[in-house]
């Protein structure tokens, strides 16, 4: 029996935003080859809380020979509400599940920058327990943070589903047991969950 809903944030609990890598190569004027080769591993150690904030953009000024200083990480990857808002709808499924006994859970890799908004306009308050890349030192699709997850919920992987917009994410997490779904659309969310035999 499902117990309970673990959510991927950005991409499905919000709508879909632009890869950081496509972002990355506009702002230094690159190609997106170049700019994932050069900067995957800075992202992924300011994802998982390794570097603050001005370490990650020193090394992301060193990396691409950028000369003028980088006022915020929002420079690079742009203003934080338009792709850090919830969807209505999904924001939607989250409470019905809550209000008919499911535990949901938030998963996401993310950086403190957006975390700090993110927290400020409550968008997590619907979850518990929040996992965050950056406040537990892992990532998506790393074994151990979807170990975490199950830990803290206090729940076996077949007693949980996990929704993202990302199959790797979602491979990861099967691997363990857990239910995966890929998010395209609320309405397919919510079939998929019914489907599994979810009140919703």
Known sequence: MIR????????TMTARFESEYSL?????????????????????????GEVTEAGFLRSMANVFGYERKISSVASIFGGYSGYN???????????????????????????????DFNRSRGNYD????????????????????Y????????????????????????????????KPILFESPAQVRQELLALGLAI
């Open 24 to 48: 990355v190569s506009k702002f230094f004027s690159v190609s997106q080859e170049e700019a994932r080769e050069k900067a995957q591993g800075i992202i992924h150690a300011f994802q998982r």
């Open 4 to 11: 309970a809903v673990i959510f991927d944030y950005g991409g």
């Open 126 to 145: 619907h979850f518990s327990p929040v996992i965050l890349s950056c406040e537990v030192g892992m990532r998506k699709p790393e074994r151990g943070i």
């Open 85 to 115: 808002e919830p969807d209505g709808e999904m924001l939607g499924i989250v409470k019905r599940l809550r209000e008919r006994g499911y535990v949901t859970a938030l998963l996401s890799n993310v950086v403190q920058p957006h975390v």
């Open 147 to 178: 170990e975490l997850a199950l830990s803290r919920l206090g729940r076996r992987p077949e007693e949980c589903v996990f929704i993202d917009d990302l199959p790797k994410y979602l491979a990861a997490a099967e691997r363990l047991g857990i």
